[in-house]
């Protein structure tokens, strides 16, 4: 009982300045300090998404964004885990991919965006390409540093009573690479955002960040600050849903314990 | 010597009874008799790259006997009980278990000095660590208990390991290494991080279980009391070599500061620190 309300009180206290931002920035619309062109007061910015939800084309779009987004991740985090478990696991496999995978690395995915747009022209598959290939590195090095820090005592442990290759991975290697490949979720989730908005800001006929530049085009700053509030909104909502897997999984870590 | 072997079969016969209670109240599951392991070490050697770590070591550990391994640190006396249960392969001569053929599944475990206990899995579920995994799983969690109740823990079975406390960890991995019913326990200096008292404790714990079970023990360590208080035989390993084999045969249960152990643990000393070995 106690408990759920100083966890309530806790989150209530992060909000606090968000909240206490907008009110000021209310208050200063209204007093005419901040001109509506410039930046639109938050009631404006409400009445902005209200309009847009009953005509629906602000779901349709926050479909569309999050739709690709997922879609990105899911195949770019696959590639990432699937080469970090490899690479952790065989240290042929290291040797064989892990110099190119460092040299890709260095290369900011968002200027492959040129060649993106002559490759697949400003269709589907441009953004599903580079969100897939920002998420592919964060869970890449993560995982793989997950199972580098493995400690080697659990594994012989594992060894000495008798668990197989699978159970070993399945009990002992795998559980502990979870708090790192955590890390690499949660850094994910935040490329993945980041680059869905380029990509969409940049090339494309739908989704928030087409909205954000259709609205632009015709000067509504109010549709342009909520493309910006609800990235805001999304990104936090994907956070929140991985801290409460972390949370879930990590029960047994004391840095994860419910208080 | 003979009292010790006497005294180990009136045990027997305990177990025996104990037995039949439990068949009686058929809650738990069979305890089912454990003998021993004999091992047969004969010139073995083990190199690490150009150092070699053992040579031309022979031991012959009779079934159901307790003996400790005592040495300098870097003596080489891990890697013999590594070799032992399996952990490393010797570089030359012959080991063997029992008669040979005893390669099933937890006939010997090993205890190491820190209690490697997965900090993911709940107590109970670390000790079926120790059990096969085909077995069915309201069976495991029978034997498991049964085990943590030797080591009075099972009231704790359903924690996470980080919650104990250093000596409780280290009965956990005790739990975990008996749960199987092993022939043979390796102990690999498994009370050197624990405070004394606590250690006095495990020591009497462990040869409690060792005195019920009857499973040949190993015990490395480099607390030369410990060695005489436990052991029913003491090897000294010097530079890869046995250097002293003596049989310790006070009668048990022994007291801590008894005048003969500590006359038989001054000698081991002795010898420890000096350079020729001919004074005994």
């Not at chain 1, 931002?21 to 062109?37: D, M, N, Q």
Request: with cysteine; hydrophobic share 50%; proline share 5%.
């Amino acid at each position: 009982m106690s408990a759920l309300q100083t966890r309530l009180s806790r989150n209530a206290l992060g909000w606090a300045l968000p909240v206490g931002l907008v009110l000021v920035w209310e208050i200063a619309s209204r007093l005419g300090a901040l001109p509506t062109t410039v930046l639109p007061a938050p009631s404006d910015v409400i009445e902005a998404a209200w309009q847009l939800t009953s005509s629906g084309e602000l779901p349709r779009n926050i479909g569309v964004s999050t739709l690709r987004a997922l879609s990105g991740f899911a195949v770019g985090g696959s590639i990432g885990l699937a080469l970090g478990l490899a690479n952790g696991l065989s240290s042929l496999s290291e040797r064989l991919t892990d110099t190119t995978l460092q040299m890709v690395r260095n290369v900011p995915h968002l200027a492959l965006i040129p060649l993106v747009i002559l490759w697949f022209g400003i269709d589907e598959e441009a953004k599903l390409f580079l969100v897939a290939l920002g998420v592919f590195f964060p869970i890449y090095i993560n995982t793989l540093l997950g199972i580098r820090s493995v400690d080697p005592q659990l594994v012989e442990m594992g060894r000495a009573y008798g668990m197989d290759r699978r159970t070993l991975f399945r009990r002992v290697i795998l559980p502990a690479a979870l708090p790192s490949l955590f890390v690499g979720l949660r850094y994910a989730l935040g490329i993945m955002w980041l680059t869905l908005i380029v990509a969409e800001t940049i090339s494309a006929s739908s989704g928030l960040g087409y909205m954000a530049m259709q609205a632009r085009e015709f000067l509504r700053v109010d549709v342009v600050v909520l493309s910006i509030v609800l990235y805001a909104l999304l990104g936090k909502l994907a956070d929140s849903i991985a801290r409460l897997l972390e949370r879930l999984s990590l029960q047994w870590h004391p840095a994860f314990r419910t208080a | 010597m003979s009292d010790t072997v006497l005294h180990r079969a009136e045990l027997g016969l305990d177990q025996a009874s104990t037995q039949e209670i439990e068949a009686r109240t058929s809650s738990s599951p069979p305890a089912w008799p454990a003998p021993g392991l004999a091992v047969t070490v004969r010139g073995l050697g083990k190199s690490f790259g150009a150092k070699r770590v053992l040579e031309g070591v022979d031991l012959e550990v009779q079934a159901g006997q307790f003996v400790a391994v005592i040495g300098k640190s870097g003596c080489g006396k891990s890697t013999l009980l590594r070799l032992v249960v399996g952990l490393e392969t010797p570089s030359e001569g012959h080991l063997a278990l029992g008669d040979g053929d005893t390669q099933h599944a937890g006939a010997a475990r090993i205890m190491f000095q820190e209690p490697r206990l997965l900090p993911w899995a709940r107590v109970l579920a670390n000790v079926e660590v120790g059990l096969d995994r085909r077995m069915p799983a309201q069976e495991r969690h029978q034997q498991a208990l049964t085990a943590l109740h030797e080591v009075g823990l099972d009231d704790r079975a359903g924690e996470w390991p980080a919650v104990l406390s250093g000596g409780q960890k280290q009965r956990v991995a005790l739990a975990r290494a008996l749960v199987s019913r092993p022939r043979l326990l390796a102990l690999d200096e498994p009370l050197g991080a624990l405070d004394a008292l606590t250690r006095i404790d495990m020591q009497r714990l462990i040869e409690r279980v060792w005195r019920d079970q009857g499973f040949t023990a190993i015990l490395v360590t480099h607390d030369v009391g410990e060695a005489v208080a436990l052991a029913d035989r003491v090897v000294v390993i010097d530079g890869g070599r046995i250097a002293l084999d003596i049989v310790v045969d006070s009668p048990r249960p022994r007291h801590r500061g008894d005048a003969r152990l500590a006359e038989l643990e001054g000698r081991i000393i002795d010898h420890l620190f000096n350079d020729q070995g001919a004074a005994i």
